[in-house]
């Protein structure tokens, strides 16, 4: 891992000193902890300054064209870059932090974005079509994925973002797994295709069925992945299926959650078992099921609570939902740098297939329980 090469870099005495000179300097051989941390953003700058540029040049074209955004322009920029000049190796330290660290800081952000009282009352009626369609979408992608030979990681990463919020839900899921960044890339180009898709079809499809603007909104809000193509997919059926919509995204992106840890848990048995799964745990219970807990699921959690109790002013959640997509974007920017076109050709067209299939089904499935549930 990246952090881990930079904390192994930091710990490095300084070999430009002679010997003699190290001796004499105990501080050369163990670095203070302010020159181990100028060590670490020394070495992190190239690729961070790096993936901020395409960050930034990817929120231009998501001004300019607000129905993609400005996440998946960053990710597209930098698979660009990487394909004309793959960035050296002075760049990975820092990219590798942008693609983790700030991706989580990302996600940590998002919680600005929820009310747990509101999500509270709006889940209640919403949860059995949520929670039916999130099921569903992960039975179908593991079965799809086998079908079709997609497995590992990426069936994973594109199981979660057609299920649960699409970007966002990839960025959580990603270090959590840690998931290669061709995966990743890959993921997220699969996730905005159909975004664009469900943009286009949704409302014709609402209008034929002739739903409510409450329907519709629910259809939106469990059918589309990413908050902005939500948003733009439910605006053009009404003001109040817009409404519904959103709290319905945002109620839908606390699965993060339970997703995120359960798959930390399975991460964490096949990396400490990986041969004898049924052999002793290095570890006790307690000990294992704290460590199992990401820390920005936590910051998360406390971000909603604060954001709750009014603890976060009204007048800066617009600018921390707007800090939250940026960093997603240059977290993707720094993924489309380092993505692997290598491995992207070797995965072929059948994971966009599994999107299509796991998008279509997500649809149906959500229309299909609302109708068994009287919301339709």
Aim: aromatic share 4%.
């Amino acid at each position: 891992m990246a952090m881990t090469d930079l904390r192994d870099s930091a710990a490095l005495p300084d070999l430009a000193q002679p010997e003699s000179s190290r001796r004499d300097c105990p501080d050369s051989a163990s670095p203070s902890p302010s020159r181990r941390a100028l060590r670490r953003a020394l070495a992190v700058a190239p690729g961070l300054a790096l993936a901020l540029a395409v960050a930034v040049m990817a929120t231009v074209v998501g001004q300019r064209v607000p129905l993609i955004g400005c996440a998946v322009p960053g990710a597209v920029i930098g698979v660009i870059i990487a394909v004309i000049a793959k960035p050296g190796a002075r760049f990975t330290s820092g990219l590798s932090w942008a693609s983790t660290f700030v991706l989580q800081c990302s996600v940590v952000l998002l919680g600005a974005q929820l009310s747990i009282g509101a999500a509270a009352r709006a889940g209640l009626s919403a949860l059995p079509v949520m929670a039916g369609t999130l099921a569903i979408c992960l039975g179908a992608a593991w079965l799809y994925g086998r079908l079709l030979g997609v497995t590992g990681d990426l069936r994973t990463l594109i199981g979660v973002g057609t299920g649960i919020c699409g970007g966002s839900a990839i960025a959580a899921v990603s270090p959590v797994i840690e998931a290669e960044s061709a995966d990743v890339a890959y993921a997220i180009s699969t996730i905005f295709v159909f975004n664009i898709a469900a943009v286009l079809v949704f409302p014709i499809l609402g209008h034929a069925l002739g739903l409510s603007q409450h329907a519709f909104g629910l259809f939106a809000g469990t059918a589309v992945n990413d908050t902005s193509s939500v948003v733009a997919t439910a605006a053009t059926y009404g003001t109040a299926a817009t409404s519904q919509a959103v709290v319905v995204k945002l109620v839908r992106t606390l699965m993060i959650i339970p997703i995120c840890l359960a798959l930390a848990a399975l991460t964490a048995r096949k990396r400490e078992h990986p041969a004898r799964p049924d052999g002793p745990a290095s570890h006790g219970p307690a000990s294992r099921a704290v460590k199992l807990v990401p820390w920005f699921l936590i910051g998360f959690v406390l971000v909603a609570a604060a954001n709750s109790g009014g603890v976060i002013p009204a007048s800066t959640h617009l600018p921390l939902q707007h800090a939250s997509v940026f960093l997603v974007s240059v977290a993707l920017s720094a993924i489309g740098l380092s993505t692997n076109l290598t491995a992207l050709r070797s995965a072929g067209g059948r994971p966009l297939l599994l999107g299509a299939l796991l998008w279509i089904t997500v649809a149906a499935s959500s229309l299909g329980l609302q109708a068994l549930t009287g919301t339709l």
